[in-house]
């Protein structure tokens, strides 16, 4: 917080210290920490004083409002329970922010879809339940499902553009007359629509023509949808990612130590990373059907404390390794696979994957010794045109821009040689390309690093029962193919005159 605001927050701490029972002090206080961008502040505040107010339905609710922004999930659902048994009006709402938890924080969709369903049962056109069922449906393979509930979106909320946006994910166009196709246009060219409702149909048209082959129709839909996506971020500013480059280089600069045998390292974390796009959606659900490795997906502990990290300017990184002693990374170890058994349970062999945690390994490996990596690479011009066909957030802003991608590709290559150097066989890389030709060849040594044999039910992927929480859901519910490999020449005659491509590690 600036000195100014920190004042005026101290003030209401004390003010309410004094009277605990005033819930609008608490209120005021709470919004302010939030303001700030201090969500663990608000929350803290919150489950000190929320007993002063156990019978006040809208205090537990928005003490698991806050308790959700924190990620402090089991707190939130509790107290929203609580709200729920105190009679709080609209419960439909309740029930679906608990399901948002137990699908989007907690990872456990069963759970999510009885919020959902419980939310609908009490009111069945509560558009926010409908629509996150569908979501929870797809995550799970379930396209008939997700269709249908997406659909019936459209039925009580005509107007709702995601709900058309989602339904063009689970639905193949066979022709450019499809009728998805035609309403997504309406979409696109209505001024009235909103811009950002707007980006994502001209994403999903984009990819509906390249369902039915219409390339040039499609790669208009993607250089429109990317010009505008640019329109509502800051520039990808490639100095500062060199910078953090260099940074990381300078900072992790020597081996590590292998893993040492402890209490600790009866679990086994497998990081999976690259660029994103680039297979490693396909290689976690791959490893996930062995008998012995669970799939964690992307569990979000350390990109919230990168987050921190980064949010104290381009000195964070070395400010925040020079106050952590070896007991803080033991701790922060520690702390970790505690959240991965409240998310997966006792698991011994797990997987976490988050394509963005190449930038971490160094931070990740002083936390967890044992932790192994897996890097997925993929031919640079699929990738990129991957990435360019996907609307990403904007700490991705390197998306918008084919040559941006392809140098931040680079850039990640030369991250991947230091990482190489630095952790020596705890990482390997996996390319897309040849895992899709030849899986088991891959796999193999992959599983043997980890000490352990090759299974068959690797191959069964696309079998599996587990949900799916990336733009890759689609394709890893198929069995493996290769037709994603050299898909960039569909696109030869529209992509800018490139540079030497990226050459890979």
Not at 235 to 246: C, N, P
């Amino acid at each position: 917080m600036n000195p100014a605001v920190a004042r005026q927050f101290d003030a209401l701490c004390q003010r309410l210290a004094a009277s605990p029972q005033r819930l609008e002090l608490l209120d005021e206080a709470a919004a302010l920490a939030v303001q700030q961008g201090d969500q663990a502040r608000a929350a803290t505040l919150y489950l000190d004083y929320i007993a002063h107010h156990q019978r006040h339905a809208g205090a537990q609710f928005n003490c698991g409002y806050y308790c959700r922004a924190a990620g402090l999930y089991p707190q939130a659902i509790a107290h929203y329970q609580r709200a729920l048994e105190l009679g709080i009006s609209q419960p439909e709402e309740v029930y679906t922010n608990i399901g948002v938890i137990y699908n989007e924080g907690l990872l456990q969709n069963d759970n999510a879809i009885a919020a959902f369903q419980e939310a609908l049962r009490i009111a069945p056109g509560y558009v926010p339940a409908l629509y996150n069922l569908a979501n929870c449906y797809e995550q799970n393979g379930d396209k008939k499902q997700a269709a249908h509930y997406f659909s019936r979106v459209i039925h009580y909320a005509p107007n709702f553009a995601m709900a058309y946006v989602r339904l063009a994910d689970v639905h193949r166009a066979e022709t450019s007359a499809d009728p998805l196709i035609a309403k997504l246009q309406q979409l696109v060219t209505t001024q009235r629509v909103p811009l950002n409702e707007r980006i994502d149909a001209a994403y999903a048209l984009g990819k509906l023509c390249n369902d039915c082959g219409a390339y040039a129709e499609a790669w208009q839909y993607y250089q429109q949808a990317n010009q505008w996506n640019a329109t509502t971020m800051p520039a990808w500013d490639e100095t500062r990612q060199r910078a953090l480059l260099q940074s990381l280089q300078v900072e992790f600069n020597l081996p590590l130590p292998r893993a040492t045998v402890d209490a600790d390292a009866a679990q086994q974390p497998v990081f999976v990373c690259g660029m994103f796009r680039s297979g490693s959606t396909l290689l976690e659900q791959m490893l996930g059907g062995h008998s012995a490795i669970s799939s964690g997906g992307e569990l979000e502990f350390f990109p919230r404390l990168w987050q921190r990290i980064q949010a104290q300017g381009d000195g964070g990184l070395r400010d925040y390794l020079a106050q952590q002693r070896d007991q803080d990374f033991v701790s922060l170890g520690r702390d970790y696979l505690a959240f991965v058994r409240e998310r997966l349970g006792d698991v011994r062999y797990f997987t976490d994957k988050r394509p963005d945690s190449i930038w971490l390994l160094g931070l990740i490996k002083r936390a967890l010794p044992q932790a192994k990596f897996i890097v997925t690479r993929r031919h640079p011009l699929d990738n990129a045109l991957s990435v360019y066909f996907t609307r990403l957030g904007s700490s991705m802003a390197y998306a918008n821009r084919f040559e941006d991608i392809l140098c931040y590709i680079e850039l990640e290559n030369d991250l991947l040689r230091h990482w190489q150097q630095v952790l020596g066989d705890d990482l390997q890389v996996v390319n897309y390309d040849q895992l899709v030709a030849a899986p088991q060849q891959q796999l193999e040594p992959v599983l043997a690093e980890l000490g352990l044999d090759w299974q068959e039910s690797c191959l069964d992927f696309h079998r599996r029962n587990n949900s799916v929480r990336t733009a890759s859901v689609w394709q890893v519910r198929q069995p493996l193919y290769q037709s994603s490999s050299g898909r960039w020449r569909n696109y030869a005659d529209f992509l800018p005159e490139l540079p030497e491509l990226p050459k890979q590690p």
